[in-house]
């Protein structure tokens, strides 16, 4: 009897430890505020974090909006109004105003990269290129993957490093890495 029981409370608790895996890994990644729902586009997940504003702004006035809700897939590095706002004073603005279209489009498609890379298959791509991978950006330039203890850092064409904060917020056409730090073209 004893063994019996042992057997059913055995298979009770692996029971109910995978449904609590399952659980965790189906739950939505919260991002400024707001779950991020594997289920949806990288748009309409993006338009609901409060930490993504400047650049839900910036892709509408890049006319990028088409594209990121498009099959994809897609990886991008989004960087939040904070890392926005530590870039030179005015230059948001700037690359905002309609004949800057071209240079804002060029800044925001260095943010993605085609595919849908995350935490662990950057890993994987830093570990097989011995300490950093290259990453080919839509745009045509390329960002360097790296691992910094547990942390993923890109470093951009003019040697500016963003660090992922918040990995792996699955979308339903590619993944979303927010980072803190904008990274710039040549």
Do not use: W
């Not at 939505?28 to 594997?38: C, E, I, N, T, W």
């Not at 990886?75 to 105003?97: H, I, Q, R, Y």
């Not at 085609?114 to 839509?138: F, H, M, N, R, Y």
């Amino acid at each position: 009897m004893q063994i019996k029981f042992n057997r059913i409370a055995a298979a009770t608790l692996a029971v109910a430890l995978t449904a609590g895996a399952f659980s965790a890994m189906a739950a939505d990644v919260m991002v400024g505020g707001a779950p991020m729902s594997p289920t949806k586009d990288i748009i309409d997940n993006a338009v609901n974090s409060k930490d993504h504003t400047t650049l839900v702004a910036a892709v509408k006035s890049a006319g990028l909006v088409d594209t990121l809700k498009g099959p994809g897939p897609f990886t991008v590095f989004a960087p939040t109004n904070k890392a926005f706002a530590a870039l030179p004073a005015g230059t948001v603005d700037t690359l905002l105003k309609p004949e800057n279209k071209d240079t804002l489009t060029g800044v925001l498609t260095y943010h993605v990269v085609p595919g849908k890379l995350d935490a662990a298959e950057l890993k994987k791509e830093i570990k097989a290129g011995k300490g950093s991978a290259e990453l080919k950006t839509v745009a045509g330039g390329t960002l360097i993957a790296k691992t910094k203890g547990n942390k993923i850092t890109l470093t951009d064409a003019k040697g500016g490093v963003a660090t992922v904060t918040i990995p792996n917020v699955y979308q339903s056409n590619g993944v979303i890495h927010v980072v803190d730090k904008v990274l710039l073209p040549k």
